[in-house]
């Protein structure tokens, strides 16, 4: 039987978790603190608004635009951040449907970020798999200065974004969708190590 989505994305939240907490903080075991950002992570997940969907926005489903129904589910996010004041938004691609998404669901992601900047809501944005990693960062740089940052396309490096809560400094590693051939191409010394997506991901973590 094949696994759940949400299954799946908690599988490899744990996958990098751990090897974070081996590689970065030289424990065999998962710490206190990585435990608890693996709890909390997992009950993020199971309370994840689309369920088994994406969000992908500009969706069409037997020639179905979903448009208005992301328009709302985006509405109902944005009402819940104005009233809970999160100290930022995470939004883990895919974003659109298509790596050349339409202009209507572009203009309806484009209000979303402009209601968050307009709040003062950071939002961290990476592409996914559908998404084309170089249009989703055009404008990036000068977008983050409105607390809007987006994934940029992979180099060899992972760009952090810190925060600031009541225990310190939190980084936020805006780590996109990885294929093996964009790794090998960014890291050439490691290409033979990368034959799959899960040696693309430890490989980039690794850095």
């Known amino acids: 039987m094949k696994a759940s989505r949400i299954a799946h994305e908690k599988k490899t939240v744990e996958l990098m978790i751990r090897l974070y907490c081996r590689k970065k903080e030289k424990n065999t075991i998962l710490c206190a603190d990585c435990e608890e950002l693996l709890r909390y992570a ?4 199971d309370h ?4 088994e969907k994406k969000s992908h926005i500009g969706k069409r489903v037997n020639e179905f635009s979903m448009i208005e129904d992301q328009k709302y589910i985006l509405s109902q996010i944005l009402h819940a951040a104005k009233i809970k ?3 930022g938004i995470l939004l883990s691609g895919d974003i659109y449907d298509s790596t050349i998404p ?12 402009t ?3 307009v709040e003062r809501i950071p939002a961290f944005i990476i592409s996914g798999n559908h998404d084309s990693a170089e249009r989703l960062a055009f404008g990036s740089s000068l977008m983050g200065k409105s607390g809007i940052y987006f994934s940029r396309v992979y180099d060899g490096t992972i760009e952090k974004i810190p925060l600031q809560d009541a ?3 939190v980084w936020i590693h805006l780590l996109p969708f990885l294929r093996p051939a964009v790794v090998r191409h960014a890291l ?3 290409a033979e190590e990368v034959s799959y997506a899960a040696d693309a991901v430890r490989i980039a973590l690794e850095q």
């Open 48 to 51: 994840c608004p689309f369920g």
């Open 85 to 87: 004041k999160p100290d």
């Open 115 to 117: 209601e968050l900047s």
């Open 102 to 113: 339409s202009a209507e669901a572009v203009q309806v992601f484009d209000a979303f970020l």
């Open 167 to 169: 225990y310190g400094t």
């Open 42 to 45: 997992h009950a993020r997940l």
């Open 188 to 190: 050439p010394e490691r």
